[in-house]
């Protein structure tokens, strides 16, 4: 399957400049292209993927992808699609950003190959020497504000009279512009992908590329993620999932692809995985006929996780899952039992409590908040509704000690299949 046959099949096709031009031309040799990401955090997160993945996509059918951190658009802020201006970063920000992102992006392109590696720039490379004046007679004139402002990202903050949009987010539209310009000029880069709401950015690009270097470019954009039950994508209650373990543990990150709607899971699989056509059905098929056996959803979860994070943070994310669903806590690392911490209730206990002959079962069960009483938690460890540290309690004379403790603080408690409380001993 060709690349561009790939894309459409995957639902990956929003918008195209010239969709049978394009087609031709990706018949004939490799192409260069690019796409940017604004370093408006220290992370990327998971509403990236799509078009840093389209690069990929690309680089995998042997063309030269160009990932573009925008030092310089990041200071500006990208109207498209918001309601509200950003918050300016200061110079410190972007910089600390875009060492952060960088790494992100280099684990998801690859740049050792000889045949078609990827590169990674900075568009304050290009920009830091241009002054203002410069930009306006060499960039600017070339632009007209009547069409400036027909651009749907322009006309939407427009048409808010409360919020409008200010010079500086206007301008944006022209450093994108130059963006594209500079890299087809410099590095003979003759197509932007993106999100959907970046179309007017790239036609923008496309027509100052016509006028100063008498070339044709092209233009294709991505669907924006929208999910089944109208909600956005990408976010949870606990914020946006971003791609940096530290702000977004392997764990939840593998939690927010399987715990995916059933309506969204096949899309899903072909929007954000590398799984092959072949493979994607025959889960569909499965998904259709089972889907309560989840399979498509474990695919899913594992294959992102997998890009993300690596084979080994999969098998740990899938380990501490497994934990709160009755699975064996021997051998599991700390590090892994300290993401079931989040997900489980907590109580504090004195640890001085389980020193010596050590507590009863049914005191600790009730100073858990498992049972009400005593009385009831006896009912409940002889009716063999009680778990230690996921291994089944019938004995109500039962005493747990120090010896019991997980990683020497511990206790996992769980009453029937899903009511679960972490003691933690304190001294």
């Not at 918001?82 to 740049?111: G, W, Y």
């Not at 830091?128 to 027909?150: C, P, W, Y």
């Not at 004995?395 to 899903?418: E, I, N, P, Q």
Request: aromatic fraction near 8%; charged fraction near 25%.
């Amino acid at each position: 399957m060709n690349i561009f046959a790939d894309f459409e099949w995957r639902g990956l096709l929003a918008d195209c400049t010239d969709t049978e031009r394009l087609t031709q031309r990706l018949t004939e040799k490799p192409v260069t292209l690019y796409c940017g990401f604004d370093p408006t955090a220290d992370s990327l997160h998971v509403g990236h993927l799509v078009p840093l993945l389209g690069l990929r996509r690309f680089q995998n059918a042997g063309h030269h992808p160009i990932a573009v951190a925008g030092g310089a658009t990041g200071s500006i802020g990208d109207p498209s699609g918001k309601s509200q201006e950003r918050q300016l970063l200061t110079k410190d920000q972007i910089a600390a950003n875009v060492a952060a992102v960088r790494p992100q992006l280099a684990r998801l392109l690859d740049f050792e190959t000889k045949r078609n590696p990827a590169r990674l720039v900075d568009n304050a490379d290009w920009t830091a020497g241009m002054t203002f004046l410069d930009f306006l007679r060499e960039i600017g004139k070339h632009f007209s504000v009547n069409q400036m402002v027909a651009k749907e990202s322009v006309r939407a903050r427009m048409e808010d009279r409360e919020v409008g949009i200010s010079y500086t987010e206007f301008s944006y539209m022209l450093l994108q512009a130059f963006d594209f310009y500079h890299l087809c000029r410099d590095f003979d880069c003759e197509l932007q992908i993106g999100g959907s709401d970046q179309w007017g950015n790239i036609t923008a690009g496309i027509d100052l590329i016509r006028k100063k270097l008498g070339r044709y470019a092209f233009g294709l954009t991505l669907p924006l993620i929208t999910k089944a039950d109208g909600t956005k994508f990408g976010k949870t209650e606990g914020g946006a999932v971003w791609l940096d373990p530290r702000k977004t543990s392997p764990y939840r990150f593998y939690q927010f692809w399987i715990n995916t709607d059933d309506r969204d899971v096949i899309r899903y699989l072909k929007f954000f995985t590398f799984l092959g056509r072949a493979e994607i059905e025959d889960l569909e098929r499965k998904h259709a006929a089972n889907p309560g056996g989840r399979e498509a959803h474990r695919a899913l979860a594992k294959a992102v996780t997998d890009l993300i994070h690596g084979e080994s943070a999969t098998e740990d994310a899938i380990r501490a899952s497994q934990i709160l669903f009755g699975g064996s806590v021997e051998g599991v690392a700390e590090s892994v039992f300290s993401d079931v911490l989040g997900e489980a209730p907590t109580r504090d206990l004195e640890a001085a409590r389980l020193d010596g002959a050590g507590m009863p079962l049914v005191e600790l069960l009730v100073h858990a908040g498992l049972c009400s009483s005593k009385g009831q938690a006896r009912k409940d460890i002889e009716g063999g509704g009680i778990n230690l540290n996921n291994l089944r309690e019938t004995a109500s004379a039962r005493a747990v000690t120090a010896r019991d403790l997980l990683f020497g603080k511990h206790l996992l408690l769980r009453k029937g299949r899903k009511n679960y409380v972490v003691v933690t001993a304190k001294r």
